[in-house]
């Protein structure tokens, strides 16, 4: 697969649909941490609205930490998921013991605080300081594994062979953009619940599976057609 043309048109196709969800329109690492925190098994529309009135409450890692535990229980009810609280909790003592409240930027650091996973890690080092880290899930997972036509599964995440095809695509010029264009296009376009829309693909010539699915389109001359035109 032409990796340059996949990168640009993900990107492209990410400026033009981008979600301005609050968190995406900050740099702040506390935020994105925040926010990832919240998003937890959590749909976006339903973080959004507790997002804004939890950062304007509590904007740093010192004001939150000084919040009681009731508090933030509050705060954060509607969002489900009670041991979400006492984790954020843990969470921000411990960078304020350990970091002097500032966010670490080292993925290693990073992993060494309570609750934060290997995505949650990479994607505050992407969207925080827009590192080119590979934001893998299952969503990202399902994506890559419809593009190269492989069998996917819960485990794919864990899979070395689906971590490195995920981290060889991420664009390093602009991967912020990138992976937030990409869990945008699993989220409405290659989705799980119904059939991918083939017609809004924006990589459908590049889709292993997409282009098995839409009729048996030439696939190499439709490459060639995209090395020609869109991505010189």
Known sequence: MDITCFRKKIVAWGKENFRPYPWRLSGDPYRILIAELML??????????VYEVFVSRYQ????????????LETSLYSLGLRWRTSLIRRLVLNIT????????????????LPGVSDYVASAVRCFA???????????????VGRLYNLTTKDSSR??????????????PKEPRMYNYALLDLADTICTKRRLPSHSL??????CL?????????NQTI??????????P
């Open 97 to 112: 013991e350990r970091f002097s409240g500032i966010v670490p930027e080292s993925k290693e650091e990073l992993m060494s």
């Open 129 to 143: 300081w827009n590192h080119p880290e590979a934001v893998i899930d299952t969503n990202t997972v399902r994506v």
């Open 158 to 171: 864990r899979s070395t062979r689906f971590r490195n095809l995920i981290a060889e695509l991420v664009d």
């Open 209 to 217: 599976l997409g282009m098995a699915q839409s009729g048996g389109e």
């Open 60 to 71: 740093d890692v010192f004001s939150l930490a000084q919040a009681s535990e009731q508090e």
């Open 40 to 49: 937890h098994r959590t749909q976006a529309r339903q973080v959004s609205k």
């Open 222 to 231: 439709r490459q060639v057609e995209c090395k020609q035109t869109t991505c």
């Open 201 to 206: 693909c924006p990589v459908l010539e590049l």
